[in-house]
């Protein structure tokens, strides 16, 4: 039997990708680790590599959205003959069946348009999830569509081309006014964002940070590390801090699955990344035992990467807390909103100039705002307080921070 290609799955929450390209045409060889296509979803763009060596055989096509699991192509081993139709697909979470080969139509046996169109299982017309969202959008009966794809699935551009052949109906209402759909990764936003809140017990508090020692240890260390091409940020301070204050209070490290609290084994701390199109999480892994510097360069690259629209799986993956940061903006606090099944997400405002007291005789003094978002179901109050008392704590005494 051939191996299987799979639409890989990005992250538990992923509904869709897209084959945004085939690295190799339909027929060629591949070995183990030769790249065979780049997939988009809403949270990143990756490549994804041969696991096997043989024939690629692609059943999905450039441009083609499906559900994650499901089969795009299949690589047939060396010598291993390939049949005229291709074996009809099974999804990668499916029990494996035996098929007949002879019986599955291939997509390039499928005929343009046909009399009568098989139906999925549960009676609704096969397409792909892309396909059903335009048909929606579009006002296009699937009923109405023949499929083109593998098995007379209906694809993305047989809505299209029904859409373009249909009649628009006769109107005398008034046109309605043009908006910018809501779809890719805002929709993606709009969904996860409104699903946490209305599944958690979201409570944000605020405490000061007072950051004079952590502006004179980020001028220092931009001296130190200047030839390494390293440039520390308050954010990278924040993130440690917030780190190491996680290993003291495990609990903020959990994440409620299933009626249970599970505990995370490291930290791995998230930083949000703004992108014109929306926002990404990458993933620093087993932030609390990097050195800062560390942190400062993996911060940098994926940043980068992010914005560069490079950002590989392993980036975005097995956050267990989320940083983000406002000050850039001139923002002092803010409500960030959890990064779902996370308990706590830590939000960072600008430095601003504050007051202290000598005694009786005041004196400036640089602070910092620092917004914790957690989830009330998992932890109270106190212990909340106490994890943010600890960032802030190493943050006003930095230098514990390079030890």
């Not at 990005?10 to 680790?33: F, I, K, L, N, R």
């Not at 988009?40 to 024939?55: F, H, R």
């Not at 430095?351 to 640089?366: A, C, F, S």
Request: glycine fraction near 8%.
């Amino acid at each position: 039997m051939p191996s299987e290609i799979y639409l890989v799955k990005v992250g538990m929450t992923m509904t869709e990708g897209t084959v945004e390209e085939w690295y190799v045409q339909d027929g060629d060889q591949v070995a183990p680790g030769d790249l065979l296509y780049r997939l988009e979803t809403e949270k990143v763009n990756l490549d994804v590599d041969a696991e096997t060596q043989g024939t690629v055989k692609q059943l999905a096509a450039a441009g083609d959205t499906l559900a994650p699991g499901e089969v795009i192509g299949f690589i047939y081993a060396p010598g291993e003959a390939i049949p005229p139709t291709l074996p009809t697909p099974r999804r990668q979470d499916d029990a494996p069946q035996a098929q007949d080969a002879a019986s599955a139509p291939s997509a390039a046996t499928q005929p343009a348009a046909v009399a009568a169109v098989p139906k999925a299982a549960d009676g609704r017309r096969p397409a792909s999830p892309a396909a059903r969202k335009l048909a929606q959008e579009l006002g296009v009966d699937l009923g109405n569509v023949a499929g083109t794809g593998p098995r007379g699935r209906i694809t993305r551009e047989d809505v299209e081309r029904a859409a373009a052949t249909a009649k628009a109906p006769a109107t005398t209402t008034a046109a309605a006014p043009a908006g910018t759909p809501l779809k890719g990764m805002r929709k993606t936003i709009a969904e996860r964002m409104h699903a946490s809140l209305a599944q958690t017990a979201q409570l944000t508090m605020h405490m000061e940070a007072v950051m004079d020692e952590a502006v004179k240890l980020r001028t220092q260390l931009a001296t130190e590390w200047r030839d390494d091409g390293v440039k520390v940020g308050y954010t990278d301070l924040v993130m440690l801090a917030a780190a190491r204050s996680l290993e003291r209070h495990p609990r903020m490290n959990a994440a409620l699955v299933s009626d249970a609290i599970v505990p995370s084994e490291t930290v791995n701390v998230g930083m949000a990344v703004a992108l014109d199109e929306g926002l990404v999480v990458p993933v620093i892994q087993d932030a609390a035992n990097k050195p800062l510097k560390d942190i400062a360069r993996a911060s940098a690259a994926l940043a980068e990467r992010a914005r560069a629209g490079t950002l590989a799986l392993a980036d975005v993956q097995g956050g267990t807390f989320t940083v983000t940061s406002l000050g850039m903006f001139g923002v002092d606090g803010f409500t960030p909103i959890l990064n779902a099944p996370q308990t706590g997400i830590l939000g960072v405002g600008r430095l601003y100039d504050g007051v202290g007291w000598n005694g009786e005789v005041p004196r400036k003094r640089q602070c910092m705002t620092l917004s914790l978002t957690w989830d009330h179901r998992v932890l109270d109050g106190a212990p909340a307080a106490a994890f943010l008392a600890c960032v802030r704590d190493y943050l006003e005494a930095p230098y514990r921070l390079l030890a």
